[in-house]
Nanobody, 115 residues
Framework: QVQLVESGGGLVQAGGSLRLSCAAHNSIFSINTMGWYRQAPGKQREWVTFVTSVGSTQYADSVKGRFTISRDNAKNTVYLQMNSLKPEDTAVYYC?????????WGQGTQVTVSS
């Protein structure tokens, strides 16, 4: 069974930075596009960014220029560096393959940005 474990969230002031990590307990990373998603209170979960198996990336317009996704296939880990954070970035952040697989959703990690 695939397990994705997110970590690194926290409380930060607007303009601050956080680095999220997502570790997998098997080898799905090496062949799959991995993505970060987020769900804000009262809203549907949305896609944020992805990185392909060869390192190509894409970002939602709302985070472009502020967030950077990367991956380490040897460690089965994907990262999300978040800079210049805004209150509207407040959400629970999840990782998953792209397109997402319902059975892969983990607990997520809470990111709260205060104004």
């Amino acid at each position: 069974q695939v397990q994705l474990v997110e970590s690194g969230g926290g409380l930060v002031q607007a303009g601050g930075s956080l680095r999220l990590s997502c570790a997998a307990h098997n080898s799905i990373f090496s062949i799959n596009t991995m993505g970060w998603y987020r769900q804000a209170p009262g809203k549907q979960r949305e896609w944020v960014t992805f990185v392909t198996s060869v390192g190509s990336t894409q970002y939602a317009d709302s985070v472009k220029g502020r967030f950077t996704i990367s991956r380490d296939n040897a460690k089965n880990t994907v990262y999300l560096q978040m800079n210049s954070l805004k209150p509207e970035d407040t959400a629970v952040y999840y990782c998953n393959v792209v397109p997402s697989v319902s059975d892969y959703w983990g607990q997520g990690t809470q990111v709260t940005v205060s104004s």
